[in-house]
């Protein structure tokens, strides 16, 4: 009886599992590329990052973003800076004669979301129409704020996610978390584009700081530390449906390191998976918990195993047929992002994945955990 259930449960979430990457595939198709029109763009960005403790990195962020291909006069950099104890702060301010602009975030009480805090401060002294998120440790092209602005101009978009990846990496074990991450960022721009719209990244993110306001930016969900990209994406899709666009295209990319250990990336992907609880669109959630009960039947099919070999038989099948799914998948997301030779490390992934999904699913999702030095939820 109990290979029975297992067989129909195994059977059912792996061809759900199957349907639902070809539904997403289909996703990435309808996004067409994005290419740059020779206009000159006539929008006022503000760029904003929220930086803590980052002086090794923030300076060569800097860097990029004055050097970008954009009227100077039509952007403005705002940095917060959130209680660095190293010379973040005094980084920034050696680049006050070029405009950018710092701000000490200098709240006296405890909160658990200060990163929003840190947005929301530098959007209330912001002049820009088009506000644009990204992080103290992200590296971009020339072209990158001017593709951006010029897919915003090109059609009625209150919020726009761009490409992030990850680059520069040392071992097999940040390669594979850049093939791990290119999937969320398929994933994110495939729900965009079966109008969706589910995940995105706040390390390359564009909305209208009217739409913010008037949606009363973070309020709701300024008590959980993370979101202040997913959720507030959430928002905007729940206010105005319809106006969530996805640039696809290489010089709207922005760069980022893997993390280097595995402690590092545990807490990385429990503060993501944390957004979670938050989650008001019902269908999302069902297909979250479809997906981690997916990846939980593995492990029951393998400890089942070793009691009777046809639940290995099973477990294998479905091991395939997963694999099989994410590879048709993953295929032109890494073909856009120029990373195919990452899929060598696409069966050894499928594997990892199952054990580091089920986990991070229940810790995500209880408990505290630590990020940038602090203790939150």
């Known amino acids: 009886m109990a290979i029975l259930v297992i067989s ?11 349907g639902m990457l070809f539904y997403l595939r289909n996703g990435w198709r309808r996004i067409p590329y994005f290419r740059t029109e020779a206009n000159a763009p006539s929008t006022f960005v503000s760029v904003l990052i929220a930086a803590r403790n980052e002086e090794g990195k923030i300076e060569k962020t800097i860097l990029d973003i004055l050097a970008q291909d ?19 702060a005094e980084i920034i301010s050696g680049f006050s004669d070029k405009g950018v602009k710092l701000i000490n975030l200098d709240e006296s009480e405890k909160l658990n979301s200060y990163k929003k805090k840190a947005i929301t401060k530098a959007i209330d002294v912001s002049s820009g129409e088009l506000i644009i998120t990204t992080d103290a440790d992200c590296r971009m092209n020339k ?13 009625d978009y209150n919020l726009i996610s761009s490409p992030v990846t990850f680059f520069e990496e ?24 079966n109008k969706m719209p589910a995940t995105c990244n706040g390390a390359n993110l564009a909305y209208r700081k009217d739409v ?23 928002k905007v899709a729940s206010a105005y449906p319809g106006s969530i666009g996805f640039c696809k295209s290489l010089d709207a990319v922005v760069y980022t390191h893997a993390k ?10 429990k503060r993501w998976a944390s957004k979670s609880t938050r989650y008001k669109n019902k269908g999302i959630v069902v297909l979250g918990v479809a997906v981690w ?10 400890f089942s195993g070793f009691f009777n ?44 994945h199952i054990f580091y999904l089920v986990f991070i699913g229940i810790a995500g999702n209880s408990g505290k955990y630590n990020w940038k030095g602090r203790m939150v939820r």
């Not at 997916?294 to 393998?302: A, E, K, Q």
């Open 8 to 18: 129909i449960l195994t059977a059912c979430l792996t061809f759900f599992y199957i």
């Open 70 to 88: 954009y009227p100077a006069d039509l952007f403005e950099l705002i940095i917060v800076n959130d209680h660095s104890t190293d010379r973040t």
């Open 143 to 155: 072209l990158w704020l001017r593709t951006i602005v010029a897919y915003y101009e090109s059609g």
């Open 170 to 193: 040392k071992n097999p074990f940040e390669e594979i978390q850049s093939l791990e991450f290119l999937f969320l960022i398929g994933l994110g721009a495939a729900g965009i584009g």
């Open 212 to 234: 913010f306001l008037k949606l009363n930016g973070f309020k709701g969900i300024d008590d959980l530390a993370s979101g202040d990209d997913e959720l507030f994406l959430h």
């Open 260 to 269: 280097e250990n595995l402690k590092e990336f545990i807490q990385q992907r």
């Open 293 to 302: 009960l997916f990846n939980l039947l593995f492990i029951t099919n393998f």
């Open 309 to 352: 070999t046809d639940f290995w038989c099973l477990g294998f099948a479905a091991l395939i047929l997963k694999m099989g799914s994410e590879l048709m998948f993953l295929y032109p997301v890494c073909s856009f992002a120029k990373r195919k030779e990452l899929l060598l490390y696409q069966p050894v992934s499928t594997v990892i």
